[in-house]
């Protein structure tokens, strides 16, 4: 597993997104101001992850399938959203837009779905 922070004498370098931090209370309690993030959390967290088998196929019914486009379509248009985070949603979102290849009305709705615009 890969440590997600470095800590020196001089600082703590976050690894999830660059932030540097000489605060001595960041440094003790090895946080991140801007993730929000408590690294020995998140380690906890990477490696329980790190530990599990890949999940197995699940068989979401169509409209399902829709609905969690929808709520990935509006998450990305979060700030925050990282890049990698990102690249999982988009390819939830192309995988779907596959499996709805041959239903237009619903590409169609996707398609409105990456339109804040749209947005209800
Ligand atoms: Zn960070």
């Given amino acids: 597993m890969t440590a997600t922070y470095t800590l020196t004498d001089h600082g703590i370098t976050c690894h999830l997104c660059g932030f540097s931090s000489a605060n001595p209370n960041d440094m003790r309690e090895r946080y991140c101001g801007h993730c929000h993030v408590f690294h020995e959390d998140l380690d906890i967290v990477l490696r329980e992850l790190s530990a599990l088998e890949p ?6 019914r169509p409209e399902t399938v ?5 709520l990935i379509q509006l998450a990305l248009r979060h700030p925050a959203v990282t890049q990698a985070i990102r690249a999982t949603g988009v390819r ?23 339109d804040a615009r749209e947005d209800l």
């Fill in 92 to 114: 939830f979102i192309e995988a779907a837009r596959e499996y709805f290849a041959a239903c237009p009305a619903v590409l169609d709705v996707i398609r409105r779905g990456d």
């Fill in 66 to 70: 829709l609905q969690l486009v929808g």
């Fill in 55 to 60: 999940m197995g196929p699940i068989g979401y």
